[in-house]
Nanobody
Framework: QVQLVESGGGMVQAGGSLKLSCAAS????????FGWYRQSPGKVREFVAT????????HYRDSVKGRFTISRDNAKNTVYLQMNSLKPEDTAVYYC???????????WGQGTQVTVSS
């Protein structure tokens, strides 16, 4: 089992940057794939990015490609989401997730709020 704690959210103007962190505790960080999801008020939770166990495969939703980068540091048990050129439509609660497969996640964090003002 793994526990996830997100941090790094906040308020930023359009065009700005934020870096989210997801600290994982528990067993075998390197055996998990990780993902970032987000949810805006009144909308369903949507996929943002994912990274495999080795850190060499990643996927993104089309609207964030070229602006967001997911990475992981297995020595620090931490996953990151670097977000550049932020847009108001990126405003959401961002969640970190972990699973043994890139397409299915067993564990979720509590989320961190990201607000982008125009």
């Amino acid at each position: 089992q793994v526990q996830l704690v997100e941090s790094g959210g906040g308020m930023v103007q359009a065009g700005g940057s934020l870096k989210l962190s997801c600290a994982a505790s528990g067993s075998s960080f390197s055996s998990y794939a990780f993902g970032w999801y987000r949810q805006s008020p009144g909308k369903v939770r949507e996929f943002v990015a994912t990274i495999n166990r080795g850190g060499f495969i990643s996927h993104y939703r089309d609207s964030v490609k070229g602006r967001f980068t997911i990475s992981r540091d297995n020595a620090k048990n931490t996953v990151y989401l670097q977000m550049n050129s932020l847009k108001p439509e990126d405003t959401a609660v961002y969640y970190c997730a972990a699973g043994h497969d890139m397409s299915y996640y067993d564990y979720w964090g509590q989320g961190t709020q990201v607000t982008v003002s125009s």
